[in-house]
């Protein structure tokens, strides 16, 4: 089944299909291509009932910024969602929102639909927020200049978790903070060599050469272990 992704902004021209748009190369193209996903971007402008298409207004209260307003967006959530019989999970991209960690990226990847909110300005009119009632998922304690590019990233993050969306089928599985070890828990990846053996006088850990793959498979989750024990130790607290 194909996983539809539908994109709210004023700014579509940012999920354009062509390269070098960041979802145009690579594993989301191969997986667009190959019927895993697709996805749509509509221009929330299209849908205000005001004379100059605006979306955007004053704060009530002053301040600087302009707000998002209700009614453009609400009608292009409804109308976008009527186009096809699926049902959607609402997700807003805002620094508002919870952390976006590796459990509900896996959790997305199962649902068949994901509508995905961009905002821009100082943020959405707090009435269509209660209205919709989306996910709110941030990137991270930093503030982007719209939800596009984090709209993106959260793409990409669940392209790859699509079945078939690599070439070798458990390679998302080795992922950093994918579960692995015998308590499930996420851990930081390890590190990895390719040819060739020595460069600049550094060689690669020997395990690695043994051909010994209960030996090696062993070492990776050790430095696993300790790459996030070292690096991330939130991520081993209960
Ligand atoms: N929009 C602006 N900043 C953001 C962030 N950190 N995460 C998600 N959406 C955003």
């Given amino acids: ?66 707000v998002m307003m209700c009614q453009p967006l609400w009608d292009a959530v409804r109308a976008v969602e009527a186009s096809d019989p699926r049902p ?44 919709l009632d989306p996910i709110e998922v941030s990137l991270g304690d930093y503030v982007l200049s719209g939800g596009e590019l984090a709209a993106m990233v959260l793409m990409d993050a669940i392209i790859r978790k699509l079945p078939g969306a690599l070439g070798h089928e458990d390679s998302s599985e080795e992922d950093s903070f994918s579960a692995r070890g015998p308590g499930g828990e996420r851990l930081l990846d390890c590190p990895h060599y390719t040819k060739p053996r020595e460069w600049m006088g550094m060689g690669v850990p020997e395990v690695l050469l043994s051909g010994d793959h209960g030996k090696i498979a062993r070492w990776r989750l050790e430095q696993m272990r300790e790459r996030t024990r070292a690096r991330r130790p939130d991520l081993l607290e209960p």
Avoid: C
């Fill in 88 to 131: 959607t999970t609402r997700i807003l991209l805002t620094p508002q929102g919870a952390p976006l960690k590796q459990p509900l990226v896996e959790e997305l990847a199962t649902r068949p639909r994901l509508l995905l909110i961009a905002g821009h300005y100082e943020g959405l009119d707090e009435r269509v927020i209660e209205k």
């Fill in 1 to 66: 089944m194909t996983l539809r992704f539908d994109i709210l902004t004023t700014f579509p021209e940012m999920f354009g299909l062509e390269a070098p748009a960041a979802l145009g190369l690579s594993i989301p193209a191969r997986a667009r291509a190959a019927g895993l996903v697709e996805w749509h971007a509509t221009n929330i402008r299209d849908f205000a009932e005001n004379k100059h298409s605006k979306t955007d207004d004053r704060p009530f209260g002053g301040g600087p910024g302009m």
